[in-house]
Nanobody, 115 residues
Framework: QVQLVESGGGLVQAGGSLRLSCAAS????????VAWYRQAPGKQRELVAA??????????TYADSVKGRFTISRDNAKNTVTLQMNSLKPEDTAVYYC??????WGRGTQVTVSS
């Protein structure tokens, strides 16, 4: 059974940083694409960042709105994926979800950025 657990969300002032982590059990992150999505109130869930499998080069993709501010990375030994978020803006406020293989989702972690 695949289980994804996000952590690291919280309340931060604009310009601050947060580090989200997604821990997996029942699946190996290094051989799968892992992505972070977010959903703000009243909006559709959107892709924030993704990291490809090691066999695909481990390359990363970012939404235009977070390029240069967010970094996704993977710790293969710990089977975790991290989203480092810097220079946070109020519009980054959302519930952030970890996803892998398009069908497995975590429960999400709330990120709130105050102005």
């Amino acid at each position: 059974q695949v289980q994804l657990v996000e952590s690291g969300g919280g309340l931060v002032q604009a310009g601050g940083s947060l580090r989200l982590s997604c821990a997996a059990s029942g699946i190996i992150f290094s051989i799968n694409v892992v992505a972070w999505y977010r959903q703000a109130p009243g909006k559709q869930r959107e892709l924030v960042a993704a990291i490809r499998s090691l066999s695909s080069g481990g390359t990363t993709t970012y939404a235009d709105s977070v390029k240069g501010r967010f970094t996704i990375s993977r710790d293969n030994a710990k089977n975790t994926v991290t989203l480092q978020m810097n220079s946070l803006k109020p519009e980054d406020t959302a519930v952030y979800y970890c996803n892998t293989k398009a069908v497995h989702w975590g429960r999400g972690t709330q990120v709130t950025v105050s102005s």
